[in-house]
Each structure stands twice: as structure tokens, then as C-alpha cells.
């Protein structure tokens, strides 16, 4: 018992002193109630505070305004290793959300509570996590996740200034985005997006590395969503480029949206590539590609749906057909040119029909001349199509432009939403 | 006109006057009310002033102060143990029954109702039943009256009347109904429309007030299944048919007033309120804006809203229709989000509504659309989706189409519409099936070889429409057309004048079988 209390007050006074000689360092680890389990400082105190009765005489020995941080910080501690995850939530908000934390923070000149604000910005969102779990478990609503949200606006709202603390702002900015994006509410990045990225406060330079990747990997993947290919292929070649290569859990996650960008672009990854991080779901996806084969494209849509769907990249994927139907009138045309060149750039669309049926493809010559009709608009098939004589007649110079690195161009039906799709702040 | 045999269990018992009916100055119909005399604020004191201080809550709390809402959402949801259509207490609220006589009360109640804060009913706690009491008052629709007498009714003919605001700490179990009850007097009401020789105004009100009152005891139970999802179906379905020809009258209204209709609304138009027509229209809106908020009643509402923004488009010309078509919009959306929720909550009690699938197309299509500047991600929305729903026949169709869209495929676009699409899918996507023709146009004339000219018919049979209007819509899009020695007609191809029309006539639909829709 008295060993319990002795743990528990020196707890109380290692906060306490961090707090007062401004050490970030020594106060973060205090607050990692997450992972208690794992910390043995956190560990032991945890357990001190089942055996230990009662707290607030412990606490009169810490500052008053600290007193109201520490004891719903204890309590949060307490609740979380007896598994009650939705009281170590509620406990924890309020101890990070009292006057005497937030408003002290705000009056705090230096950075020095950035690292601490940092702990505290992650384990609101994993502890609102676990609560949200703990809610479904019992059948009622699921809000924690979304509190926690709230809470990390007003956060970012502190470190809106001009003061060193602004760097923090991203830090914040990436937690919040992974909150939307496992609520679903993704719509809400655009509103800190917009502040990080045109408040004058802010120089994007300035935020450390490992945030801005965080960043860019985000609002790239927020650019394929919206299919703004370019952009996309920008922000996440930054990510690719400046994320630590051990991680290389974090870079499949990266290639995971840029491979799909990449294809759309008309760049293929090198099989070596999808091998080494295990990105097998986009082998067919290429070897189509690089055989004209619809079929093989769709059945590895198929064979993937659940996964390219939850990525939400099975849309852009669908898209690659045209790209497919490009390389295919490729091929028939390179097999021509190998018969008789002096005919090859003239493609009977009875041909087509029979490459696609020998393609397992049942296509009849309008849906084909329909086809020649769309690649030709879109630039990928540089040519006319002759209605009467039912024959494909391409360029003679350079008849299949490569992409160049940009997505179709051309005026396209699906150019139009493209276009729409930029006006769009996100 | 007694109806159906055996119905309810207890006997009416006659009570005596309704001695705690609020006041002297109430309303019984043969009153002539004034709306002016009556000031909404400060409720408590002026009321009781004029209501002669009988207006206590149960509970004692005064009367006059805010109502209110429907439902309280903390309590627990009752079971309803009436065993009768019209349960014998209920609350009242006074007023509203007093508008049923007079369109002017109706009128500044209609508007209150939509601005919470001015919901000045005085709650009135009747003792007496209500179905004595509305004898005392005559207040017997039609359909209640035993042998044609406005004042004797029974449990077999009176059915409950919507009661605007119940607060559910108020309510006794007696009062509420219980499901099969509720399906019971559903049945009886539906059966009233098929077979009644009343003019189709007065069963019109009769039933809409009723059924109401049958979701209100509906959303108090807070029963949410397959059997209420299909009563609330069958519900708005004997509405819909109304609804259409309802539609003229609100684009009058509309092209009447702002479209800010409750502001817009004064005592100054009571004198027009006698117009029929100009009635029937305010009826219209209450249905059109007073839906209840649970239920899947909601299934209707999108669909009474996607039909109108078909109709309305095509009296595109005749009306300033296009704030109406931005609000119809803006209602169809909104109606679409609750239905999704409203799905989203059965599907944790694990059943599943047969029509869920269709109406989740509806968003893709709607996301297609042309008008709109802001476009949902559509593939954030699929990546919330359940896999299931999402591999469902309907949701296969619609992938289909938007990948078909996507890539331009016209040909594709128009064979998977005409094989598969429902109605309203159908009127959802006309704006787009004319976006798509254009671009078919685009392309052909990009591409096509300027010695061959393209044939109208094969086109047109490709497109879906008819010649004539094919030929129609070349015009409209800077394109010239050429006609040869045997008379038909062509597309000359590599024109220079192309350009996307800004607004479409509405063209034919021709599936293959040249059925018009």
C-alpha cells in the first residue's frame, strides 16, 4: 500500500517537475497512456493506482492547476489498463482539454511542450479509437473517434500562431487527417488544408520532415480520389522521395496510390518493384497493359475488387481500359506493318473483332467502330475512322502518341470531370 | 357508412362535456377565429389570460412554453397496448384541430410549424376522450360518422387523429398503438381510398392526417423493421398518385410567391386561401416538406423527387422552374443521405430492405449528372460502402454505366440503360443520356472520314432516339447536317462549328423493341 502510494507520488512529482523546469522530453513519456503496457515507468504506476485508495491527497502535493490535469490523467491511466477504454477516453480529453493544460499551453512562449502536445495529439486519437471500439462492442454509437476530432481542431487552433509552436501544426494536421479518414469524413480535410496551405503563418519548409511526408502522402491520396492525376503523382513522389527507405512498411502504402496514378500516366512499374513490397494485386493490372488484354484487366479487377474498392482505386484502374485498347491496335498494327508495311496503317475493324474474340472479348464492328471513335478523340490513336469501308486508317507518323507522363489529353467526355474535379478545393 | 365489422375491443362509453377543454374561445368549428387576436409571445401569461388558466401540462408545468419535439430520443421506446384506432385519451393540440375549419388557423400554424421557436400551441390536456370530444365538437371527418351523424362515431370508424406535438414523458401506453394495430388501421385506411365515393379531396385529408398519425405512433415506439418499412411503403404509395398532378399546382404557387415560402406567407393571403386550388397546393407542400423524420417514408420522397426534377425540367421553358429544380435537388439529396442512414441503422439489427440497392444507384447517377459544380468523390463513397451492396445486381448495373460513361463508351452506355434501368434510374440519368449523345456527335465528327458521311438512321439507332430528333440535336450542336438523293440524312464529318449545348429539349428514349418511354 504504501509502496503503491510511494509509486504514485513520484509519478505526481516527475510530472511536476517536468512541467516546471519546461522539459518536453521527460513530461511526453508521461503521457503515453497507450502504452502503458509497454512503458515500465507508466506500467508501474498503473498498477500503483488500483492498489493505491486515494489519489487526491497524493495530489495536494503537486500545484494546484496541475492537481486538475493529474487526477483525470491518473484516472485515464487507471481506466485504460482495467480496459475501460471509453472512461480512459473521457478521462483523458478532459485532462488534456482542462483550462489548466490548454490555456497554460497558449501562454507558453516556447516549443517546449511540442513533443508533449505531440503525445497528447496521438493518444487522444488511439484512446478514441479504442472507446469507439468499446462502443460498438455494446451495441450504442461509436463517437469518440469524432470528439477526438473536434479536440484536435481546437489544438490546432493553438498552434495557429506566429510563434516557434506553429510548426506543430502539421503534426496536428496529419492526425487529424488519419481520424477523417477512418471516419469516413474526408470532406473535413479541407478545411485544415486549406489553412496550412494558404495562412501566411505558415511556410511549408519549415515543418519537420516526417510530418510533411505524412502530408503529402495524404493529400495525394485526397488527389486520386479525385482523380487530379498530376498533382497525385506530385505529392506522392514527394512522399516516395523523402519517406526513410527502411520504412518500408510506409512506402508500400505510398506505392500503393501511386502505382495506380503511375499506369494512368502511362508509366509501368517494373515487376522487381511490385515483388519487393508486395504489391502483387497489381501484377495482372500490368501485364495487361502490356499485352492489350481487356480481359485480363477485368478479370483482375475482379479478382481484387474488395481490395482496389476499399482503396478506393478501383475506379481509376476501370479506367486503364482505353489504354489497353491502345496497346492492342498497337500490336495489330506492328503485326501488320511485319506482313506488308505499305498496308499496315490500314486497319480493317473485322480484324479488331476477331483479335478481341480470340481475346475471349465478344465485341461486334459498331461497338469496335465505337472504340477507334474514342481512342482517336482522346489522342491515343492518332487517324480516322472510315464509316462505309468499316476500316481504322492511322497516322503514318507516330499513330500511338505515348502519354508523355500526362493522363489523356484531348477534350473527353471524362475530360469534363476531370476539369470539374480540379475546381475542387480538396 | 359502417365499415369493417369487428373491430376494436372496448366499448365507447359517452363521457360528458369535455369540461377541461381549454376555453370558451376556442375554436369549435362554427367560430369565426381570429389569428390576430392571438399574440405568440409571451405565451404563458396571454394564454392563460384567454384560455381561462386550465392549461396545465400533466405534470404541471405550464402550458405555453415550448413545445416539445416529437420524440424524445433519451426514454425508452414504448409499446403501444390501445387496442382500438382511436385510443380513448390523447393530447390535443388545440389549435391544430381548430385549422382543420379554418384555413387561415391552418395557415399561421403551417408556418409556426416550421420555425420551432414560434410553436405557441397551447398543450391541452383533455381528460375526456378524445373521440368524445371531437363529437362535442362535430370534429368528425366523414369517414367517422356513424350513419352519416357529425356527432356519434365508433371504435370501429374513428380512427386516431395526428396530434402535432406529444411529448413522449406525457404519453400513457394507452395511448399509443401497437404494430398490428397500427397494420390494421392501415388497411382499413387504405381501403377507405380504393372504395370510398367521397370526392377525392376529403379522403385525400382524411388519410393523410391519418397516416400520420399512424408514423407518429410509429417513431414514438421507435419501431424500425421489415413490416414498418413496407407499411411506410404502402403509406406514401396512395399518396404518389397525388402527387404528380400536385406538381403543376406548385410551380404555380412557386411562380406565385418567393421561393421562400414561409416567409412569403402572410394573413394577407387568407382571402386567396379560399381559392381551391391555392389550398390544395399548401396541402401539396405540407406533404412535400412535412414528412416525418423517421421512416422510411423517406423511400418515397426520393422518388417523388426525382420524378419531379424530370417534370420540371421539361417545363423548363414554360415557368422560371430553375430555383424550384435547384430546391427539388437540394430535397432529393438531403431525403437520400436519411434513407442511407436510415438503412445503415436496420442493417445493425441484420435485416436488409429489398429496394436499399437502388436507391444507393441513385446517388452515382445523380453524381453524374451535368448541372451540378461540386462532385462527391465517387470512390470515396464505394470505399465506404459494404462489399455486398456493392456486388448486388443494381450496383453491378451502375458500375457498369459509369464505367461505360467514364471511358466514353457510348454504345455501351445506351445498351446497358435500355436493358436494365428502372424508371427512376432512367429519370435520374436523362440529363446525362443527352451529355452523352453530344459527345457521341464529338467523337464521330473528330474522327470520322470526311469522304463518308455518317448515316442519321444507324445513329440514331445506336443513340436511342429518333431520327428527326437526332437530327434535332446536330443543330443544337453547331453541327450541320446533309441530306442525299434518296432523302436521308447525314453527318458530314471534321466540322469545325462543334460545341456542347447548353441546356437540352428533352429528346425521345427509343429502346431497341422502338418503345417510347
Not at chain 1, 87 to 111: D, G, H, M, V
Not at chain 1, 308 to 325: A, D, H, I, T
Not at chain 2, 37 to 65: I, T
Amino acid at each position: 500500500m504504501g509502496d503503491a502510494h510511494r509509486k504514485v507520488g513520484d509519478y505526481v512529482r516527475r510530472f511536476s517537475d517536468a512541467v516546471l523546469s519546461q522539459e518536453g522530453s521527460s513530461l511526453s513519456p508521461l503521457l503515453a497512456v497507450s502504452s502503458s503496457s509497454s512503458s515500465p515507468p507508466l506500467l508501474s504506476v498503473a498498477d500503483a493506482l488500483a492498489a493505491a485508495q486515494d489519489w487526491g491527497r497524493l495530489l495536494k502535493q503537486a500545484d494546484a492547476q496541475l492537481g486538475e490535469i493529474l487526477s483525470h490523467l491518473l484516472r485515464a491511466i487507471h481506466s485504460f489498463r482495467s480496459g475501460r477504454f471509453v472512461e480512459a477516453y473521457n478521462a483523458f480529453e478532459r485532462s488534456a482539454n482542462s483550462s489548466a493544460f490548454l490555456q497554460e499551453f497558449r501562454n507558453w512562449e516556447s516549443a517546449w511542450a511540442l513533443d508533449p502536445l505531440y503525445t497528447i495529439a496521438y493518444e487522444i486519437r488511439i484512446l478514441a479509437e479504442k472507446a469507439d471500439w468499446e462502443l460498438s462492442s455494446h451495441g450504442k454509437n461509436p463517437e469518440k473517434l469524432k470528439a477526438a476530432g473536434s479536440f484536435l481542431m481546437k489544438v490546432f487552433g493553438a498552434l495557429a500562431g506566429k510563434g516557434p509552436k506553429r510548426v506543430g501544426a502539421l503534426y496536428v494536421t496529419c492526425q487529424l487527417f488519419k481520424i477523417y479518414f477512418k471516419l469516413g469524413t474526408v470532406h473535413l480535410c479541407r478545411s485544415v488544408i486549406r489553412s496550412i496551405e494558404t495562412a501566411r503563418i505558415f511556410d511549408f519548409e519549415e515543418f519537420p520532415l516526417r510530418d510533411k511526408v505524412t502530408y503529402m502522402y495524404y493529400t495525394g491520396r485526397l488527389e486520386v480520389y479525385n482523380e487530379n492525376f498530376l498533382a497525385a503523382d506530385q505529392k506522392l513522389m514527394y512522399a516516395l522521395s523523402h519517406c526513410d527507405v527502411r520504412r518500408e512498411a510506409n512506402i508500400r502504402m505510398i506505392l500503393k496510390y501511386l502505382v495506380p496514378v503511375k499506369l494512368s500516366l502511362g508509366i509501368l512499374p517494373k515487376t522487381r518493384l511490385l515483388e519487393k513490397y508486395n504489391l502483387v494485386e497489381y501484377a495482372s493490372v500490368v501485364q495487361a497493359l502490356k499485352r492489350g488484354d481487356v480481359r485480363l484487366l477485368r478479370h483482375a479487377l475482379l479478382d481484387h475488387e474488395d481490395r482496389f474498392l476499399r482503396s478506393g482505386v478501383y475506379l481509376v484502374l476501370e479506367k486503364l481500359e482505353l489504354q489497353v485498347y491502345q496497346r492492342l491496335m498497337k500490336k495489330i498494327y506492328i503485326l501488320q506493318k511485319q506482313k506488308d508495311p505499305s498496308k499496315a496503317h490500314q486497319v480493317k475493324l473485322e480484324v479488331v473483332v476477331k483479335a478481341l474474340r480470340w481475346l475471349e472479348m465478344d465485341m461486334d464492328i459498331d461497338e469496335v467502330e465505337c472504340m477507334m471513335a474514342i481512342l482517336i478523340y482522346k489522342n491515343l490513336m492518332k487517324g480516322y475512322f472510315a464509316h462505309k469501308s468499316k476500316v481504322v486508317v492511322l497516322s503514318k507518323q507516330d499513330p500511338f502518341p505515348k502519354l508523355n507522363g500526362r493522363p489523356e489529353s484531348g477534350r473527353m467526355l471524362s475530360g469534363m470531370l476531370e476539369v470539374r474535379s480540379k475546381r475542387q478545393v480538396v | 357508412m359502417e365499415r369493417r365489422g369487428g373491430g376494436g375491443g372496448r366499448p365507447w362509453r359517452p363521457r360528458g362535456a369535455a369540461r377541461d377543454r381549454a376555453s370558451s374561445s376556442s375554436s369549435s368549428h362554427g367560430d369565426r377565429w381570429r389569428p390576430s387576436a392571438w399574440q405568440p409571445s409571451p405565451p404563458s401569461n396571454s394564454a392563460e389570460e384567454r384560455k381561462g388558466g386550465r392549461n396545465l401540462r400533466r405534470d404541471g408545468s405550464a402550458v405555453g412554453a415550448r413545445a416539445e419535439p416529437v420524440v424524445d430520443v433519451d426514454t425508452a421506446p414504448l409499446v403501444g397496448t390501445c387496442p382500438d384506432m382511436c385510443p380513448e385519451l390523447a393530447f390535443v393540440v388545440y389549435l391544430f384541430q381548430a385549422c382543420f375549419f379554418n384555413a387561415a388557423v391552418f395557415l399561421t400554424l403551417f408556418q409556426s410549424y416550421y420555425f420551432e421557436e414560434n410553436v405557441t400551441f397551447v398543450l391541452v390536456h383533455v381528460i375526456a376522450k378524445e373521440r368524445a370530444q371531437r363529437e362535442q365538437l362535430r370534429d368528425l371527418a366523414v369517414f367517422e360518422r356513424v350513419h352519416g351523424n357529425p356527432g356519434r362515431t365508433s371504435t370501429t370508424l374513428s380512427v386516431k387523429k395526428f396530434c402535432r406535438t406529444m411529448s413522449t414523458m406525457h404519453v400513457e401506453t394507452s395511448d399509443i398503438r401497437p404494430l398490428p394495430v397500427l397494420q390494421r388501421t392501415l388497411a382499413y385506411l387504405l381501403d377507405l381510398v380504393d372504395y370510398s365515393d367521397n370526392p377525392f379531396e376529403v379522403i385525400h385529408d382524411f388519410v393523410f392526417d391519418r397516416t400520420r398519425s399512424i408514423r407518429q405512433d410509429l417513431c414514438i415506439q421507435n419501431i424500425v423493421n421489415i413490416e414498418v418499412i413496407h407499411m411506410y411503403e404502402e403509406m406514401v404509395h396512395l399518396m404518389s398518385n397525388s402527387l404528380e398532378s400536385m406538381l403543376i399546382l406548385i410551380n404555380l404557387f412557386y411562380a406565385f410567391h418567393d421561393t421562400n415560402i414561409w416567409t412569403a406567407v402572410t394573413f394577407d393571403i387568407r382571402q386567396k386561401l379560399c381559392d381551391p386550388a391555392l389550398n390544395f397546393v399548401m396541402k401539396s407542400l405540407q406533404l412535400l416538406y412535412y414528412y416525418d423524420p423517421v421512416g422510411f417514408l423517406w423511400c418515397k420522397k426520393v422518388k417523388f423527387h426525382i420524378i419531379s426534377d424530370q417534370r420540371l425540367r421539361k417545363c423548363c421553358g414554360k415557368l422560371d422552374t430553375s430555383s424550384l429544380l435547384h430546391l427539388n435537388m437540394e430535397q432529393l439529396i438531403k431525403s437520400l443521405m436519411t434513407l442511407y442512414d436510415l438503412y445503415a441503422i436496420n442493417r445493425k439489427s441484420g435485416s436488409r430492405n429489398c429496394n436499399e440497392a437502388e436507391f444507393y444507384s441513385f446517388y452515382v447517377f445523380l453524381q453524374l449528372g451535368y448541372k451540378s459544380q461540386e462532385r462527391d468523390s465517387i470512390s470515396l463513397w464505394f470505399r465506404k460502402m459494404e462489399v455486398s451492396i456493392l456486388q448486388s445486381k443494381e450496383m453491378k448495373f451502375v458500375r457498369n454505366v459509369l464505367r461505360c460513361f467514364r471511358i466514353g463508351n457510348y454504345m455501351c452506355f445506351f445498351k446497358a440503360i435500355a436493358t436494365e434501368s428502372s424508371y427512376l434510374q432512367f429519370c435520374l440519368l436523362e440529363p446525362v443520356i443527352d451529355e452523352v449523345r453530344a459527345w457521341a456527335l464529338s467523337y464521330i465528327n473528330y474522327g470520322g472520314y470526311k469522304l463518308h458521311p455518317y448515316p442519321l438512321a444507324e445513329l440514331s439507332r445506336v443513340l436511342m432516339m429518333e431520327e428527326s430528333d437526332l437530327e434535332s440535336l446536330c443543330h443544337a450542336c453547331g453541327l450541320e447536317t446533309s441530306k442525299d438523293e434518296a432523302g436521308r440524312f447525314f453527318l458530314p464529318t471534321k466540322q469545325l462549328g462543334f460545341r456542347m449545348p447548353k441546356a437540352f429539349q428533352s429528346f425521345s428514349f427509343l429502346d431497341s423493341a422502338s418503345l417510347k418511354r
